[in-house]
């Protein structure tokens, strides 16, 4: 479960812990990786030591650009990975737009621009591997849309 809240400056924050007046937003599928023990370490005791048993468990989500947002003419498309607790050492990132890996953003880029896109429906996604284990987990896809003005309806000015 996703919670989405607006805060009084208008900016929009998505968090897997409940906020008074968010939103719950459900997902598609699952964005929860299980650390797991390297090897010759007890059970139970992921990459670095643990006072407790629990394995620890690693949210992550795809916060910008947000589902079906529309980006007009020249603007930039941000994007965001948030991801709780942060990327553990043995750990890549790996994005793909529109199922094509981008390899310009390194293996530990949790945020980056894109440059000016063509006209057009995107979707972009997020794995995180564990080098150690070989294990890997993705976000769910986020669409977002670019739209470039033509000489028919040129973009106006923005107030």
Same mark, same amino acid.
């Given at each position: 479960?996703?919670?989405?809240?607006?805060?009084?400056?208008?900016?929009?924050?998505?968090?897997?812990?409940?906020?008074?007046?968010?939103?719950?937003?459900?997902?598609?599928?699952?964005?929860?990786?299980?650390?797991?023990?390297?090897?010759?370490?007890?059970?139970?005791?992921?990459?670095?030591?643990?006072?407790?048993?629990?394995?620890?468990?690693?949210?992550?989500?795809?916060?910008?650009?947000?589902?079906? +947002? !529309?980006?007009?003419?020249?603007?930039?498309?941000?994007?965001?990975?948030?991801?709780?607790? @942060? &990327? *553990? /050492?043995?750990?890549?990132?790996?994005?793909?737009?529109?199922?094509?890996?981008?390899?310009?953003?390194?293996?530990?880029?949790?945020?980056?621009?894109?440059?000016?896109?063509?006209?057009?429906?995107?979707?972009?996604?997020?794995?995180?591997?564990?080098?150690?284990?070989?294990?890997? +987990? !993705?976000?769910?896809?986020?669409?977002?849309?670019?739209?470039?003005?033509?000489?028919?309806? @040129? &973009? *106006? /000015?923005?107030?």
């Amino acid at each position: 479960m996703v919670y989405k809240w607006t805060d009084a400056s208008g900016v929009v924050h998505f968090s897997d812990q409940p906020v008074p007046g968010a939103e719950k937003i459900v997902t598609a599928g699952t964005n929860t990786m299980k650390a797991s023990s390297p090897p010759g370490a007890p059970p139970g005791v992921p990459g670095s030591a643990r006072a407790d048993s629990t394995p620890a468990t690693q949210v992550f989500q795809i916060t910008s650009p947000a589902p079906g +947002q !529309s980006f007009f003419g020249d603007e930039l498309v941000a994007v965001r990975l948030d991801l709780s607790p @942060p &990327l *553990r /050492p043995g750990q890549t990132i790996t994005w793909h737009l529109n199922g094509k890996e981008l390899e310009e953003q390194g293996t530990t880029a949790t945020q980056f621009t894109l440059p000016r896109l063509d006209r057009g429906t995107y979707a972009i996604a997020a794995t995180i591997t564990d080098q150690q284990t070989g294990e890997s +987990q !993705s976000t769910a896809s986020v669409s977002f849309f670019v739209r470039q003005p033509t000489e028919l309806a @040129p &973009l *106006r /000015p923005r107030n």
